[in-house]
């Protein structure tokens, strides 16, 4: 019998790539709902190809009567609140988020809150809401599996073995700028951090690759998914991104997923909840899984990565203040109002300000979030970065 499925950000990169993986399993997976955001050209398409959707969730408001009477067979939400009714409607067993941005964490706690099974490429469910979903899962609540290619080969890799771990090495290629220094970033231009050396995502979080934020959200991602302190995380810069992580054991020895840089892997993964083949190689150096580049990490290139170990330290609200911070910025620089050396400017000051509270609920986290955005535009108005 099919799994049915919701898909919450169906427009994005990760989301037209989940259809993907439906439509061509159409005996194990039903498409119920999706949510579309402003893309609701898209809509149409999706539509013809899915005739089980049977509801839709847009972002405005005043295109809800052109859809529903189009499409009177299919029900239509909007907003962030629709988001949960979407999910209310369907009652499907999964709901893959793959929103960008903070509006994916509530619709991940309401989900685990229900019992629904959820996965998630949302980086910001973890990232600002990690103690509260962390929770939900010790409880019994629904079950998680991760969608990020890098957690998905640490996933694959602990489920071999998963004792006498000493690190897990997360990858990374260094984003656009990655053979630039310090001084070089001084200038660069948005239209040149979109240029990802070897994958292609939606704008937002190829500025993060470039900035190194997106590696910060994956080391308190696997803090969460995986146990391990943040004293037992570290970053490998790896040019070809063919290893997408790596376990080390305390005998020395690696295990690793390699496989080419295609996002499909790894959502197939979790949408069959790792219920399926995959393979792991083992050497006792990890330039002997390959004819590949490596490079060590270094803190004074990539600074921004000093705030994920405040996120895990000291736990709270951090995550959120880091998250909105660089979500404003970034905004701010892909319109060209602030420069790339800004965005980190900008994280820094925020989380040297941040008066830390407990995160133990939902509404916290959407007032600090909400403050934060507030004080970065002040900021930006200003030219205080």
Request: glycine fraction near 6%; include cysteine.
């Amino acid at each position: 019998m099919s799994k049915s499925i919701v898909l919450l950000g169906a427009s994005g990169s990760i989301g037209y790539q989940t259809l993907d993986i439906i439509k061509k399993n159409p005996q194990d997976f039903l498409l119920l709902g999706i949510s579309i955001g402003r893309k609701t050209r898209k809509i149409h398409g999706i539509l013809s190809l899915f005739p089980s959707v049977k509801a839709v969730c847009i972002q405005d408001k005043n295109k809800i009567s052109y859809y529903q009477k189009h499409y009177p067979n299919v029900k239509f939400f909007y907003g962030d609140d629709g988001l949960i009714k979407l999910i209310d409607e369907c009652k499907a067993e999964m709901v893959v988020n793959a929103l960008v941005g903070f509006v994916g964490l509530y619709p991940s706690i309401y989900s685990l809150t229900n019992n629904y099974k959820l996965a998630l490429a949302n980086k910001e469910s973890l990232v600002v809401g990690g103690d509260i979903i962390n929770d939900l899962l010790k409880k019994g609540h629904g079950q998680l599996f991760p969608i990020d290619s890098e957690h998905s080969a640490l996933w694959k890799c602990l489920k071999v073995k998963d004792d006498d771990v000493d690190k897990l090495v997360i990858t990374a290629s260094g984003g656009a700028f990655r053979k630039l220094n310090r001084e070089q970033l001084v200038d660069v231009k948005a239209s040149d951090a979109l240029k990802h050396p070897t994958w292609k995502m939606g704008p937002k979080i190829t500025i993060d690759c470039a900035s190194m934020v997106n590696k910060s959200f994956e080391v308190i991602e696997a803090y969460y998914l995986f146990g391990y302190d943040y004293s037992h995380i570290d970053i490998l810069l790896h040019d070809e991104s063919m290893i997408h992580s790596l376990v080390k054991y305390k005998d020395g020895t690696y295990r690793a997923e390699v496989s080419h840089p295609d996002m499909r892997n790894p959502i197939r993964f979790a949408l069959y909840e790792g219920n399926i083949p995959f393979d792991t190689e083992v050497a006792d150096d990890y330039h002997k899984f390959g004819p590949y580049h490596f490079h060590d990490f270094d803190i004074n290139r990539y600074p921004v990565v000093n705030h994920a170990n405040t996120v895990m330290e000291k736990g709270g609200t951090y995550g959120a203040v880091f998250n909105a911070s660089n979500e404003v910025a970034v905004h701010a620089y892909l319109k060209d109002e602030i420069p790339f050396l800004a965005i980190e400017n900008i994280i820094d000051r925020c989380m040297k300000e941040h008066k830390r509270q407990d995160a133990k609920d939902y509404q916290t986290l959407y007032e600090v979030d909400r403050s934060t955005r507030r004080y970065v535009q002040e900021l930006i108005k200003k030219g205080e970065y």
